[in-house]
């Protein structure tokens, strides 16, 4: 496995590695989670896939396995800034206004979406080192522009694997339940940097 990080203009230095993230997105969230977001029949694409976006994606053998997106909170494309923040000024039927703590806009903090696995990517060894490629990467992004602090919105379970790799991640808030998948989500929030390679999950 490898990691590569881009942002939305540099796609194309990496053939169709975007594309396969793309249509990643499409299977996981549309195909199995049923979420009501725009899409095709191959792939998945938002609003927030636009300039202000960079990705880190992981590879392995040629193949897309996994990947995540990253902007800065104080970025703004025409009326759209970044996810949390338009839902919490109402601009997200299915996310709750309340869900996100204070008014983040800053080049300090940077919010991380649509983190995907391949299925192909079975064991719980691989999809660990999946994860921490994804999210190093991540890392990367943010630091080269001044990013200290990362945000997200996803399950609470993936705290514990996040500080299983390493990472010192916790929930900012409480959670709410999605009646469109079944599903708990909470924003969590952790220094951008790896703290150790090894924590003990609580």
């Not at 959670?175 to 220094?191: I, K, T």
Request: with cysteine; charged share 25%.
């Amino acid at each position: 496995m490898h990691n590569i990080t881009f942002d939305f203009l540099g796609q194309h230095r990496h053939g169709s590695a975007f594309h396969e993230y793309l249509r990643l997105r499409k299977a996981f969230f549309v195909d199995a989670l049923r979420w009501d977001i725009p899409h095709n029949d191959d792939v998945e694409m938002d609003q927030y896939d636009n300039p202000c976006a960079y990705y880190s994606l992981v590879l392995r053998r040629g193949e897309v396995i996994g990947g995540a997106r990253i902007m800065p909170t104080s970025a703004v494309w025409g009326r759209h800034t970044y996810m949390l923040r338009d839902a919490q000024q109402g601009r997200i039927d299915q996310i709750p206004a309340e869900v996100l703590q204070g008014d983040i806009a800053s080049d300090e903090v940077w919010e991380c979406t649509r983190l995907v696995t391949s299925d192909r990517v079975r064991t719980q060894s691989e999809r660990a080192d999946c994860l921490a490629l994804i999210v190093e990467g991540l890392i990367e992004i943010a630091n080269r522009f001044g990013g200290i602090e990362m945000v997200t919105l996803t399950r609470p379970s993936l705290m514990r694997a996040l500080r299983q790799l390493g990472f010192a991640v916790s929930q900012d808030g409480g959670s709410y339940f999605s009646e469109a998948d079944g599903r708990r989500y909470a924003v969590l929030r952790m220094p951008a940097m790896r703290t150790s390679h090894l924590i003990a999950a609580e």
